[in-house]
C-alpha cells in the first residue's frame, strides 16, 4: 500500500533562515508528487509538484522541491524563510487512478 | 466565484439533526472529493466521483451520504452523527485525462463541524 511519511510534525526555523520540509513515499511505480500549503481556516493550496521531466520542481512563493527516486524522496526547500510562510505543509502522492496520500503534516513557525 | 467553493464554513448541530454540506466548483473539472481532516491525522479520503459516479467509498459510515448531480457541485448529507465526526470536511476537483493518470487537486476552504 502507498504510504507518505513526513519526519517531524513540527519544524522552527528563524526568518531569514532555510526551510527544509522532509517528505518520503512508498511506490512501487514512479508517483506523482505533490505539496500543499494549508493557511489557518483554509483548505489546501498547491504548491509545487512533480509528474515527469525535471526531478528539481519550483513552486510558488520561493518553495522547491527535488525528486530523488534512489532516496524515494521529495523534500520542500526554500532559502530564505519569511514570516508569512508559516503555515501547515502536507506532503501527497498519487500512483493512479483518482487515489491521493496525502501525510500526516508540518507544522512550520518561522520566528522573527 | 472561482475556485472550488464550500458552504456552510461552520457547521454546528446536534446528533439528531440533518444537514448538507455543500461543494461547487469552477473550474471545469470532472472529477471530486470529499477529505475529513482530523487534528494530528493524515486527510482521509472519503468519497471520489469521475464523471459523475462514485468511484471510491473507503468504508465511510452510512451516516455520511454524498450526492453528486452534475460535474460541477457534490454534497455530503449528514445524519445522526457523533461528537468523533467532528473536524474540517474538505471538498476538492481535478481533472482526469486518461483513467491512470490525475493531476493535482485544487480545494476548497473547508467545512468546520461540530458534532454536540
Known amino acids: 500500500a502507498q504510504s507518505v511519511t513526513q519526519l517531524g510534525s513540527h519544524v522552527s526555523v528563524s526568518e531569514g533562515a532555510l526551510v527544509l520540509l522532509r517528505c518520503n513515499y512508498s511506490?512501487?511505480?514512479?508517483?506523482?508528487l505533490f505539496w500543499y500549503v494549508q493557511y489557518p481556516n483554509q483548505g489546501l493550496q498547491l504548491l509545487l509538484k512533480?509528474?515527469?521531466?525535471?526531478?528539481l520542481v519550483k513552486g510558488i512563493n520561493g518553495f522547491e522541491a527535488e525528486f530523488k527516486k534512489s532516496e524515494t524522496s521529495f523534500h520542500l526547500t526554500k532559502p530564505s524563510a519569511h514570516m508569512s510562510d508559516a503555515a501547515e505543509y502536507f506532503c501527497?502522492?498519487?500512483?493512479?487512478?483518482?487515489?491521493?496520500?496525502f501525510g500526516t503534516g508540518t507544522s512550520l513557525t518561522v520566528i522573527p | 466565484e472561482t475556485g472550488v467553493t464550500q458552504t456552510p464554513r461552520h457547521l454546528v448541530m446536534g446528533m439528531t439533526n440533518k444537514k448538507s454540506l455543500k461543494c461547487e466548483q469552477h473550474?471545469?473539472?470532472?472529477?471530486m472529493y470529499w477529505y475529513k481532516q482530523s487534528a494530528k491525522k493524515p486527510l482521509e479520503l472519503m468519497f471520489v466521483?469521475?464523471?459523475?459516479?462514485?468511484?471510491e467509498n473507503n468504508s465511510v459510515p452510512s451516516r455520511f451520504s454524498p450526492e453528486c448531480p452534475n460535474s460541477s457541485h457534490l454534497f455530503l448529507h449528514l445524519h445522526t452523527l457523533q461528537p468523533e465526526d467532528s473536524a474540517l470536511y474538505l471538498c476538492?476537483?481535478?481533472?482526469?485525462?486518461?483513467?491512470?493518470?490525475?493531476?493535482?487537486?485544487?480545494f476548497g476552504p473547508g467545512t468546520r463541524l461540530t458534532v454536540t
Open positions: 466521483y469521475s464523471l459523475e459516479e462514485r468511484v
Open positions: 501527497a502522492v498519487s500512483e493512479s487512478g483518482n487515489q491521493f496520500y
Open positions: 476538492a476537483s481535478s481533472q482526469v485525462f486518461r483513467a491512470e493518470v490525475s493531476y493535482e487537486q485544487y
Open positions: 473550474l471545469g473539472h470532472n472529477a
Open positions: 512533480y509528474t515527469t521531466g525535471a526531478t
Open positions: 511506490s512501487s511505480v514512479p508517483p506523482y
